[in-house]
């Protein structure tokens, strides 16, 4: 990771070490560390968005109030903040994936995989971007789903098949095979909720869209594996910065609570639809 780096990661790299805080943290301690909490951070980052779109769903129960809500919300600073989520989003996801390309399928070429996260990172935020500023493409939803979750049960199949062979944990390896379902799924949910603005923000386009069957299914797997990938990645996040047993013990069951909490509430309104 502190070899010589060149193209738009050595770009990149040399605009984060502008941070002096990053710089002597990557200095001190290496760039792999500076890059596990940055995939902590924008881990944490999605954890709250999660928990506020659950929220913002929960609206969908009364389309006035709900239709309202997304009028207020419809300008340009709004839209900005939606778009910069892209990017926790997709850091997140592509260096999650590298990861599990480093543990699991021996890929160790650090550079060449930092120079990927990097470059598709940059494609994903810009293309998302434009579809935005567009905001008129259509496709179908059951198209769209299909594909993407057929996409996410081929990576789960591939994950599986490797996780199984390892000694961890069970709950280590549910991480990196909910991980593996949730690539193509979140990355897929927040393109296609971009294509046309009507799409995520039109209460009866999205009530249609989650009253179908096919797609209730795919939304009640989304859910579990969402809030599992979550409540799993704060126990380990709490487990790892609190050093007093008790202190630890409490917080862990407090974002259990929280995390089981929301999953109850997104079940319901998935089935509730
Ligand atoms: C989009 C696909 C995703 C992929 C590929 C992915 C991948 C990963 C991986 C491999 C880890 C384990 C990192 C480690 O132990 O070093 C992890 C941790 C974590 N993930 Fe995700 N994740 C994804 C989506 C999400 C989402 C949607 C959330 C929040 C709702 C989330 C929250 C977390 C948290 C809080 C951790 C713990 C961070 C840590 O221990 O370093 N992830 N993720």
Known sequence: MNARLYGVEGYLISLLKRSQTLSYYASSRGWGFVMAWAHRVAGLLLVVYVLFHIVTLTGLQEPARFSAKMAFLDNVFFAFLEW??????IFHALNGIRLILYELFGVRDEKRM???????????????????ALGNQHISAGVFWLTTALAALLVTGGVCDRVWQTQNS?????????????????????????????????????????SGMG?????FVFVVVIFFHAGFGLNTII????????????IKMASCFVVLVFAYVGLRLVANI
């Open 114 to 132: 930092l120079r990927w996260v990097f470059a598709l990172s940059a494609l994903y935020v810009c293309t998302l971007g434009l579809f935005m």
């Open 215 to 219: 797609i209730r299914v795919i939304d």
């Open 84 to 89: 910069t989520l892209a990017v926790p989003v």
């Open 239 to 250: 487990g790892d910065t609190v050093e007093n047993n008790r202190l630890r013990t409490g």
């Open 170 to 210: 069970l709950g280590w390896k549910l991480q990196r095979v909910s991980a593996a379902f949730l690539f193509p799924m979140v990355c897929g949910h927040m393109f296609f909720m971009h294509l046309n603005a009507k799409a995520g923000h039109d209460v009866n386009t999205i009530l249609e869209r989650m």
